[in-house]
Each structure stands twice: as C-alpha cells, then as structure tokens.
C-alpha cells in the first residue's frame, strides 16, 4: 500500500478522525455517568436503567439497542449498513464501560458539577470529530431520520421526540434523569453546532496540507531555480 497516495491518506486521516472522535464521545459520556445524580443524557438514562433492571453493563445495552436499531433500518433501506455505522455502535459501548471502570467518581459538589459540564463539552467535541470523518453515522441518527422520512415529520421535532421518549422509558427503569439530562438535551446540538465545523475545517486542513506536501515533493525541478 502506498501511504503517500493522495486518497489513500485521505483515508487514514479520515478514519483517525472516526476513532479518535468516538473515543472521546465514549469519554464524555462515562464523565457525565461519574456524575450521574445530575442527570445523563436521555439515551444514557434507557441504558443505564436497562443495566439496573437486567444486568449486564450499560456499554452493552448501548450495543444491543444500536444493533436493534441497525437491522430496523437495514430492512427499512434494504440494504446492508455502512462498516462506520457497526463500528460505530461496538466501539462507544466498549469505550463507555472501559472509562467507566478507569474514572473515579468525585464526591465534591463543586468538582462534580465541573466533571458534568466538561463531560458534555467532550461528548460534544467527539460527535463533531467522528461525524466529520464521514465514515459512518451512528445508529440512532439513522432512526431519527427514518423516522422522520416515513411521517413526513420535521427532524428537529423527531430528535425531541424520542429523546423524550428513551428518557422516559429508563426513568421508569431507574435510570438517573435530573436537570443534567434536560441540559444534555437542550444545549449538546448547540455545542456540536461548533465541534462539527471546526472538526470539518481541521480535517480538510489535513487534507490539503498533505495534498500540498504531494504537489512540492512530486513537482520537477528546475535547472535555474533560485528558491
């Protein structure tokens, strides 16, 4: 394989943006789990009251309601689902439990609260960093716009609507919602609002920074240059 091929590169910058974004997203999400007595994100609520009520861990439950969702929208589409979308799906769940083995859960208000916000702000950052590779969208993107196509409904009002939804149904599971989960709720899209354009504008700086590096190296030279 040759590293140095324009697209080939492109390729492994594109995926190192894909991991290393979903690593982070896996990372801000175990922070804000630390700090659970705030509330989580409302998909995280479904998750964790699952591992409450059956066990297992809440990286599984993350996996086994992507992969729900995946095969509903593989026979939605009738086709098969993009290699990003099922690496997607395995690798958050597996980084979510890692961390939330590895991270110690702090006990000082003031600390939590600062864990709470930072997690949200990481969860954020590694949403626009994996979403700008263009690898593959997660799986629960993927519903909402099912969802969206089939009702003929705003996706806006679809995302609402089922955040709402998962938030209740692990509510009733024992999942923690509390002003950190309507927070979540309202303000992550505005934070990815500015984590995805500059995910993008790195990205394609990388691109064309190595497309230029190509051009110098590969350009033939003249006899009386003078640079």
Avoid: C
């Avoid at 919602?177 to 990205?203: C, D, E, H, K, M």
């Amino acid at each position: 394989m040759n590293f140095n091929h324009p697209q080939v590169r492109e390729n492994i910058i594109r995926w190192t943006f894909f991991i290393v974004g979903v690593m982070i997203l896996g990372f801000g999400i175990s922070m804000t789990m630390q700090v659970k007595d705030f509330g989580i994100g409302p998909w995280d609520v479904f998750h964790y009251g699952l591992f409450l009520k059956l066990g297992l861990t809440v990286g599984t439950w993350s996996i086994i309601a992507g992969l729900i969702i995946v095969i509903l929208h593989s026979f939605y589409r009738k086709k098969l689902p993009q290699i990003g979308t099922i690496l997607n799906m395995s690798f958050i769940g597996i980084f979510i439990d890692f961390f939330n083995w590895l991270l110690p859960s702090p006990e000082i208000l003031s600390v939590q609260l600062v864990v709470f916000i930072l997690g949200t702000v990481i969860t954020a950052s590694g949403i626009g960093i994996y979403v700008s590779s263009g690898i593959g969208a997660g799986p629960r993107d993927s519903l909402m716009l099912m969802i969206s196509e089939t009702m003929n409904w705003k996706v806006s009002n679809v995302r609402n609507g089922i955040e709402v939804t998962v938030a209740l149904l692990g509510f009733t599971l024992g999942g923690p919602v509390g002003i950190g989960t309507v927070f979540i709720a309202l303000f992550l899209g505005t934070f990815v609002g500015y984590t995805l354009p500059a995910s993008q504008r790195l990205l394609q700086f990388l691109i064309m920074k190595g497309d230029l590096y190509e051009d110098i190296y590969q350009r033939p030279l003249r006899s009386n240059h003078n640079d």
